[in-house]
């Protein structure tokens, strides 16, 4: 089939907040952009499923008009993170970070963002307010935007980006893209997880074209696990309204035998982790160990209730929360129902944020000449466990990747990409169109999709990471070459799609498990059951993962430091959480 051509001097791949940001960005500096959708406009990846928080620090706040606390400042915002990363942050991209910040809200505002409310260190909004404000925004500078559109893979000539090929999934027909800079900005890899809380385009495929291209990855073994996510009822199984809504009015957690099991741990780390954004790692880990210790439910988890806490105020924020007993169109009614009457519903762990992915410098350029980064799909900002806001990640990110992406395609000399690359890259592509009588894409996703839960959730062990491995690349081996779409048409082949991501999926899973066993501690979102302490001595270190010839190797290197020295030590994992915990700036008069 013939394709498409289109040429542009920034080429931005992801259609959430960090790839608007980027094309923005790019728009700004007077290069030319294209970003590529895999969904709808302003409509797929996390984005619009967020909560939507934007994290800065308080002093900034107030003084753009909002509630923040007039007493913190940028340093604090800067340990937080550090500390609360268990010291593995890149803190270049943190300076970065707090620096943007400010001026990434103000002209949020200036674009007219609705704001729902603050509070000291935080404005919230909805994710899909927010898209809307960076779809028009979009097109008020002249982003040229391609929606439904599936990146397959880079060309690269001479060590160096020159283009790529898409595919458009309405038409089947293929893109070829000539372009002089490419931002990747596609977020995580939700979808190699079931369940999930991520829109199902979330399927990695901007990590393993990057890693395809050259770039290196890194610290794929840390993986955030959101805890209290909805199990059941099962239209509602992956959602945080649970999780959200026992933030602000409180719940109860129990297990199959109604024991409260947090009160086994020490209640300053129960206290902390209840009220804030810890609850992801220390909670997601404490209901993985009732889970796997065998005092879970029949679907992985433990059960939530309003407890003590009065109707009357959970109906208040229920208001607030889900208007119309809607949340992200999700009905919440039966949900409602039952804590009212405080009857339990099954919650459990459920992945939500990857905190590794492709690796760059503080310009957000990546190690392959033309190819940048920004937001959840690179390495460095959070370290090992996150507590900020992804939102002012990927806007911060975003805007400074999509500048510097144009700067570099103002004085670069680029060749067009190579007919001959591309025409190899979509008959490959073609191939499971091209089979007959295969293997069902969905079927082969389910399976690595639980295990990889399993497997690959808060709690791992040498043993368990080695069964996933081995199961991983037996589906590459013998299954991923027989994948094939039932319907041979090209047109909206939604399994024609899902052949292409499983492929990505498998890959990922690859990486992140090798990394994990590689990481023979527990630090953050990794708890090594086998390996359960946190070893300053030995693994104050970045994971890499680098392509070879026949595959890829693993890789160290050193934290990137500016102000804070890690400390040097062996110490048990819950104690240094706790200790993380405790070096929390004081804000407010309060942790």
Not at 21 to 47: F, Q
Not at 460 to 468: A, C, F, K, M, V
Not at 543 to 551: A, H, I, M, Y
Request: aromatic residues 8%.
């Amino acid at each position: 089939m013939a394709a498409r051509s289109i040429e542009t001097d920034v080429l931005v791949v992801g259609g959430g907040g960090a790839g608007f940001r980027a094309a923005i960005g790019a728009r700004e500096k007077g290069a030319t952009a294209v970003l590529l959708s895999k969904g709808p406009l302003a409509r797929c990846g996390a984005s619009p499923m967020a909560g939507a928080d934007f994290t800065l620090d308080g002093r900034n706040l107030s003084q753009l008009g909002f509630a923040g606390d007039p007493n913190d400042s940028e340093e604090k915002v800067f340990n937080d993170i550090v500390t609360q990363g268990f010291f593995l942050n890149n803190q270049k991209l943190i300076e970065q970070y707090v620096r943007g910040a400010p001026d990434r809200l103000k002209e949020l505002i200036d674009w007219r963002l609705k704001i729902v409310f603050s509070e000291e260190r935080a404005i919230f909004t909805t994710g899909i307010g927010l898209m809307d404000v960076l779809l028009k925004r979009a097109r008020t500078v002249g982003v040229d935007l391609l929606e439904d559109v599936m990146l397959i893979d880079l060309v690269v000539q001479r060590g160096m980006v020159t283009g790529a090929l898409a595919l458009d999934v309405r038409s089947g027909e293929f893109i070829h893209l000539a372009a002089k800079a490419v931002v990747m900005a596609t977020g995580g890899w939700h979808n190699a997880f079931w369940p999930n809380t991520g829109m199902r385009d979330l399927s990695g495929e901007g990590m393993v074209i990057a890693h395809r291209a050259g770039a290196e990855l890194g610290n794929m073994e840390f993986i955030t696990f959101c805890c209290n996510v909805l199990l059941e009822p099962p239209n509602a199984r992956g959602s945080i309204a649970t999780y959200v809504l026992g933030m602000q009015a409180g719940h109860e957690l129990t297990n199959n035998r109604g024991e409260a099991f947090l009160d086994q741990y020490d209640p300053y780390t129960v206290g902390v982790a209840s009220g804030t954004e810890w609850n992801k790692s220390f909670i997601s880990h404490a209901t993985a160990k009732e889970v796997r210790e065998g005092r879970g439910f029949s679907r992985g988890g433990i059960h939530f209730r309003r407890g003590d806490e009065p109707w009357e105020k959970y109906k208040a924020w229920c208001g607030i929360l889900f208007p119309n007993w809607k949340y992200k169109s999700l009905d919440m009614t039966e949900i409602g129902r039952r804590l009212e009457a405080n009857e339990p519903l099954e919650v459990g762990a459920v992945v939500e944020y990857f905190d590794g992915g492709i690796v760059i410098d503080d310009g957000f350029a990546t190690a392959v000449p033309g190819l940048f980064a920004a937001g959840e799909c690179t390495l460095g900002l959070f370290g090992a466990n996150r507590v900020f806001s992804a939102i002012t990640e990927m806007l911060v990110q975003g805007a400074d990747a999509g500048r510097n992406a144009a700067e570099y395609a103002r004085s670069a000399e680029i060749p067009a990409p190579d007919p001959d690359s591309l025409a190899e890259k979509q008959h490959k592509a073609e191939r499971p169109l091209e089979r007959s009588g295969g293997l069902r894409p969905a079927p082969v996703r389910r399976k690595i999709q639980e295990m990889a839960q399993t497997h690959l959730g808060p709690i791992r062990t040498e043993g368990e990471l080695q069964s996933l491995l081995a199961e991983i690349q037996r589906v590459k081996r013998e299954e991923l070459p027989l994948l094939s779409p039932a319907a041979a048409g090209r047109s909206y082949n939604k399994e024609w799609v899902d052949a292409l991501e499983l492929e990505n999926i498998a890959a990922l899973l690859e990486l992140a498990a090798s990394s994990a066993l590689q990481r023979t501690e527990s630090r953050g979102v990794h708890y090594r059951a086998d390996h359960p302490v946190t070893n300053n001595d030995e693994w104050l270190v970045e994971s890499l993962v680098r392509k070879t010839d026949d595959g890829f190797a693993l890789a160290t290197r050193p934290v990137s430091t500016t102000s804070i020295t890690p400390p040097a030590g062996t110490t048990p994992y819950l104690d240094m959480v706790k200790g993380m915990m405790e070096r929390h700036s004081e804000i407010g008069g309060h942790h």
